[in-house]
């Protein structure tokens, strides 16, 4: 079965606590092990949610959503209108 995905809360939690441990002297490899997750994600993380508090994280997701929802909406409305200009010159 596989893992669910960390909502952003989450992740600007973990980030806040890798951040504890680096503080406190250990290195970033063991803090993401005791976090649970890979380096890698650790970066990617760090590089998309960096300084954001918890209601910005939350925020800039809903917004993606919405952005992205708008984008099929344009499209979507591109499609009809091309039909209906074809339709109309009788290319059909």
Same mark, same amino acid.
């Given at each position: 079965?596989? #893992? #669910?995905?960390? @909502?952003?809360? =989450?992740?600007? +939690?973990?980030?806040? =606590?890798?951040?504890? $441990? @680096?503080?406190? !002297? ?9 976090? !649970?997750?890979?380096? =890698?994600? /650790? /970066?990617?993380? *760090?590089?998309? /949610? !960096? !300084?954001? %508090? +918890? %209601? =910005? ?5 809903? +917004?993606? #959503?919405?952005?992205? *929802? &708008? #984008?099929? &909406?344009?499209? %979507? ?6 039909? &209906?200009?074809?339709? $109309?010159?009788?290319?059909?």
């Amino acid at each position: 079965m596989p #893992k #669910k995905r960390p @909502t952003p809360e =989450q992740i600007v +939690l973990l980030l806040r =606590q890798i951040e504890v $441990a @680096t503080s406190q !002297g250990k290195s970033i490899a063991i803090a993401c092990r005791e976090a !649970g997750i890979s380096d =890698q994600s /650790y /970066y990617r993380w *760090r590089k998309e /949610y !960096g !300084g954001l %508090d +918890l %209601d =910005q994280a939350r925020r800039m997701k809903d +917004l993606e #959503k919405e952005n992205g *929802r &708008l #984008k099929r &909406l344009v499209a %979507d409305l591109s499609l009809e209108k091309q039909v &209906l200009k074809d339709i $109309a010159s009788g290319n059909f």
